[in-house]
């Protein structure tokens, strides 16, 4: 029978195995795209370091995106108005063109409009938008009328300062004098016409009041309505308990102690507005327990 294996041809002698070390067997083929000839590269000997490869000299270049760039640029106005801006801020600030030169004053009555700018005289000259309420109150503060005080700046050089006084409560008579007084007790003025005040008297005699007394009687007539203080004539405590007025008209108000005074002082303004019986006049208005009250 035939024999089907193939033969096999041989176009050269083997080449015997090299050896190791051998630097015939350290031979490799590459391929270069130069030219495309294949050369020959000498791999590195055993043991030997082996190089880096070389940098990439081509670096591919990818555009920013949208959103960045318009982030970027957003940034960089808003950087350049914040400058902007406080440039413009100092300048008003320490410009002179806004010296003050005008005060005008509101809300004065125990004061003069003058009193109030005299005091006010150092600020002149300062730029208005150094100028505070502080800086106003302090150089108001010996004013013991000022109770609050707001300013205000009206550019180019006017200061506008509106005053709150203290609201007298009554005159304090010590011997001779009179002086007129707020709910604290804090001496307004002194007045030497004491009828033409429509204010109650408080008189402390030859002395000095009691201070508790004296605070007790200013609580009653600080929560008094205008129109109820504007009747009264005189204002007197015997105790802290017991607070007495008396109106122009001759009647007494027996108040009691400084309690419930808000609800006491709106009792009596409704018995003074009910319309009188000439038959029975009314001599005492009793608002001691101000939901029971009593006239007789």
Known sequence: MPSTRRPSYRTGARRPASAPGDPAS??????????GAATTAAAPAAGSKQEAPPARDNVLSFPEPKAKRRRRIRQGIIGSLA??????IAAAVYSPVLALQTVTVQGTKLLSAEQVQTALEPLHGKPLPQISDGDVTALLQPLVQVKEVTAQALPPSTLLVKVTERVPVALV???Q???????DGVKLNDSADPDSIPLPVIDGGSGTLPK??????TGVLGA???DVLAR????????????ELKLVDGQTIVWGNAGERELKAKVLEALLKAPADPKNPVRIYDVSVPRHPVTR
């Open 224 to 226: 008094l309505p205008a």
């Open 232 to 243: 009264l004539s005189e204002a007197s405590a015997k105790s802290v308990d017991a607070v």
């Open 177 to 183: 004098a009179y002086q007129l007084v707020d709910v």
């Open 212 to 217: 508790d007394l004296f605070h007790a009687i």
């Open 26 to 35: 350290s031979d490799v083929i590459s391929a270069s795209k130069d030219g």
């Open 173 to 175: 008579k010590q011997g």
């Open 83 to 88: 400058v902007l801006v406080a440039a413009v």
